[in-house]
């Protein structure tokens, strides 16, 4: 009978530093909060759309889905641009083949924890 699979502590810890984005870098929050934005708009657009709860007993779970359709491919691009502490010895190569991957699924949080998506610091705000 095999063994059934056991993490490392030091995969433990980078799982749970992976899950918890509230105490993380302004990057991270900024991906964080595109991912919450996308996925409260398709829920909200979704529930809208199927009639709420008055007309559309599973409004709900439309709404649920529609905002896991859209927020899934962000989700794990994310997950993949955080990979370091999991997978320390990965090549130049494999690492390049997990960014583009990663490019692949979701370009807009990619850029979010590169910071390609941060204001410049002397930027002001025209009115």
């Not at 990663?102 to 924890?113: K, N, S």
């Amino acid at each position: 009978m095999a063994k059934p699979h056991q993490t490392t502590p030091a995969a433990t810890d980078a799982i749970r530093a992976l899950l918890h984005t509230h105490d993380s870098t302004a990057l991270r929050r900024a991906a964080d909060d595109s991912i919450l934005e996308r996925a409260r708009h398709a829920y909200g657009t979704a529930y809208h759309l199927s009639g709420g709860r008055s007309d559309h007993a599973h409004a709900h779970d439309v709404a649920l889905v529609n905002a896991l359709h859209h927020t899934a491919p962000a989700v794990v691009a994310f997950a993949l641009h955080h990979l370091t502490q999991l997978l320390p010895d990965l090549t130049e190569e494999q690492w390049a083949r997990l960014d583009e991957a990663a490019v692949e699924l979701d370009l807009q949080i990619c850029e979010d924890l590169s910071g390609a998506n941060e204001p410049l610091p002397h930027a002001t705000v025209q009115r």
